[in-house]
């Protein structure tokens, strides 16, 4: 048996990409997001949401948070205003994830890339969860994020319903955004960049 480690440093490496890939949103700051940034806020997201989510394998749920925006390592996002269900963007996504996870071992390269094909369908409760957690944490970012007064605020209203709408506590949290959005929608202020360390 050939030793997995190579691979594994192989896969880690590539991966990095997803660090300096942006999303089109922006942090408080005004610094453009990271697509990671984006995955670990999610993952967390999960984390504390757990028990309030009611019966789910948890450590599923964190796998799906984390693994999927992996493939946008190589081609990047895609801005959400400019997704079309026809753009090919889900094909493009797997075959990026097929390249990054070549290295890896096969057993471990065909769980991520089941992972994937989980989250993509909506297979199961969790892989649901997590589109849904995904959605709630790009809006979230939308309103805390320094993005411009030309920003749209007004897409989020309509954006994503359907995933948000598929547990009762990301209900709950999209009503509170929903409220957040109009208020900014109206106003237009941008929030106060946080306190930074000394």
């Given amino acids: 048996m050939s030793d997995p480690l190579p691979g594994i440093l192989a896969f880690?490496?590539?991966?990095?990409?997803?660090?300096?890939r942006h999303?089109?949103?922006?942090?408080?700051?005004?610094a453009p997001e990271s697509i990671a940034a984006h995955s670990w806020r999610l993952a967390l997201a999960a984390?504390?949401?757990?028990?309030?989510?009611?019966?789910?394998?948890?450590l599923?749920?964190?796998?799906?948070?984390?693994?999927?925006d992996l493939g946008e390592a190589i081609s990047g996002d895609v801005p959400a205003i400019h997704q079309r269900p026809d753009d090919g963007r889900a094909?493009?996504?797997?075959?990026d994830l097929e390249t990054l996870c070549a290295p890896l071992p096969a057993a471990l390269r065909e769980r991520l890339l089941a992972r994937h094909d989980e989250y993509d369908a909506g297979a199961t409760r969790e892989a649901v969860l997590a589109k849904a957690l995904d959605k709630i944490e790009t809006i979230l970012q939308h309103l805390q994020g320094d993005n411009g007064p030309d920003f749209d605020h007004g897409f989020n209203l309509g954006y994503a319903r359907a995933r948000t709408d598929a547990d009762p506590l990301t209900v709950r949290l999209r009503a509170m955004l929903d409220e957040e959005t109009r208020?900014?929608?109206?106003?237009?202020?941008?929030?106060s960049p946080p306190p930074r360390p000394r």
Avoid: W
């Fill in 23 to 30: 999303r089109s949103g922006h942090t408080s700051d005004g």
């Fill in 183 to 191: 208020a900014r929608s109206q106003t237009g202020d941008a929030p």
């Fill in 91 to 95: 094909a493009r996504e797997r075959a």
């Fill in 12 to 20: 880690l490496r590539a991966a990095e990409a997803l660090k300096v």
């Fill in 60 to 68: 599923r749920l964190l796998e799906l948070c984390v693994l999927h």
């Fill in 47 to 58: 984390i504390v949401l757990g028990d309030a989510l009611g019966e789910h394998d948890r």
